[in-house]
């Protein structure tokens, strides 16, 4: 059974400083990130981090009315991971996130493209998205991120487990929820 517990402060202090530099259109966006034991597997794959938007009828509950993302991250992976993988996989996570404050709305990011590498050593940039890619590809450089200085704006916490037990207990117990607008949820019970 999957265990999870609250991310560590070095995963929240690492997304603030990205979203200050990489992606300010999250300022105003609430985001938690929670740790689960080892990586969920999909299609085969291990899934080292995965961001997803809360739903309103589970921002009804008050541990999580003001959320609009919550991010997992695999803590066996990421004690694996050096320091600019750790901003990779946290970067990565938030390029998913779409947030526009002034309708207060939170939405998915698909990615830029997706392709197996045996078509690309096989076929090349074949298509318009990954030769686009191609030049990013060229100049990509691995070193080290620059220094991110800049004061974050974002609000960044940890999701505890005991937040998701309660909710859970809520929903077990047959509290009513109920969505009008998706501004507008209210539980009752």
Known sequence: MTKYKEASRDVITTA??????????????????????????????????????????????????????????????WATLDSNQRKALIDHELCHCKYDSDKEKASMRAHDFEEFTEIVERRGFWNPKLFMARDKFAQAVQDELPGLEVKPKGNVSALSPEAVTRTQKLIDEGAAVSVSKPEKVEVEG
């Open 16 to 77: 603030q400083d990205l979203i200050a530099v990489y992606h300010p259109q999250l300022a105003d966006a609430n985001i938690s990130v929670i740790f689960r034991d080892e990586p969920a597997i999909s299609k085969g794959m291990e899934v080292w981090g995965k961001v997803k938007t809360v739903p309103a009828w589970l921002r009804a509950f008050p541990d999580f009315e003001d959320l609009h993302f919550v991010i997992e991250i695999a803590e066996s992976i």
